[in-house]
């Protein structure tokens, strides 16, 4: 596999596993960082033998933020010419789904990074929060319009207002998270999440999380016509045929990701 300068990246069988790995820095997010989690989350997004992506952090955070150290000096021109951080795009548009396993802290860029994954799962000594306020600045990498479609608009408010922190526990009451595990298994949790969903139909996974993104871009009724439309044409597919056949049969689907 690919050397990166700042995250390790491991495969599982179907699954691959990308590690932000400056535990020194509690992986805060330089723009090496965004480059290497892009081009790897886009290799293994191109490689049809993967049908789930962890992304996780090493030490005691997920991402304690965008790199403070890095920003601190650029002004408003510097930072729109650069494009600070927009690449990070490129990562939230990535379709094999992907699960942040959060470790520790998910502060500014981290819990924005975690937000742009498919999932959450979260270590019970995980916590989370947009303290860009205490900074004199704004969320930059989607905060502001993922947390208010996570968690709505009082407790966005609450966290970006005052840049507070919140428990894992709060996070999975407020809908930000899917589960929360005791911190020494959620690798082991986060790999089974990812197993059994790799195990699914690829091209089902890619029209299954299209459908529910539409559910933030758009009006109810051109999401609802974009899932029939996917619905239907999922019937043209072997995974189809196999899934259907396998459950008439009483046995476990085959599938072929076809
Ligand atoms: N950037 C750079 N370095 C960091 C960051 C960061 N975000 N977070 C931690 N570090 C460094 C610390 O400076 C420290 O370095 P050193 O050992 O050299 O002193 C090391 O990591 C360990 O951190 P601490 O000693 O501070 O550890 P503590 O356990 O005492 O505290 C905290 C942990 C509470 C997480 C604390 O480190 C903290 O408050 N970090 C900053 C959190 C933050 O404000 N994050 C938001 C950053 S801004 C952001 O994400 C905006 C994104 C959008 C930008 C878009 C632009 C267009």
Not at 87 to 106: E, L, M, S
Not at 112 to 127: F, K, N, Q, R
Not at 197 to 204: F, H, V, W
Request: charged fraction near 25%; proline fraction near 3%.
């Amino acid at each position: 596999m690919t050397e990166y300068a700042t995250i390790l990246t491991e495969r599982r069988e179907r699954v691959g596993i990308i590690t932000l790995n400056r535990a020194d820095r509690l992986n805060a997010l330089n723009e090496q960082t965004m480059r290497d989690v892009v081009a790897a989350a886009q290799g293994l997004d191109a490689d049809e033998g993967v049908g789930a992506i962890i992304l996780t952090g090493a030490g005691r955070a997920f991402a304690a933020g965008a790199d403070i150290t890095e920003m601190a000096g650029l002004d408003g021109a510097e930072a729109a010419a650069r494009g600070l951080f927009a690449d990070w795009d490129r990562f939230a548009a990535v379709r094999t789904p992907t699960i942040a396993a959060v470790n520790g802290f998910a502060l500014g860029g981290g819990c924005e990074v975690a937000m742009m994954c498919d999932l959450i799962i979260a270590s019970e000594a995980a916590s989370f929060g947009q303290p860009e306020i205490t900074l004199g600045v704004i969320p930059g990498i989607g905060g502001t319009q993922r947390l208010v479609r996570a968690i709505g608009k009082a407790k966005a408010m609450d966290l970006v207002l005052t840049g507070r922190r919140i428990t894992a526990d709060e996070a999975e009451r407020w809908g930000l998270v899917s589960r929360v595990v005791p911190a020494e298994s959620l690798m082991d949790e986060a790999l089974a999440i990812a197993a059994q969903i790799a195990g699914r139909s690829l091209p089902a996974l890619h029209d299954a999380t299209a459908a529910i993104d539409a559910a933030f871009e758009g009006p109810l009724a051109e999401g609802v016509a974009l899932e029939r439309r996917l619905f239907h044409a999922g019937f043209d597919r072997a995974d189809q045929t196999e899934g259907m056949a396998a459950f008439v049969e009483k046995r476990e689907p085959r599938f072929t990701h076809r």
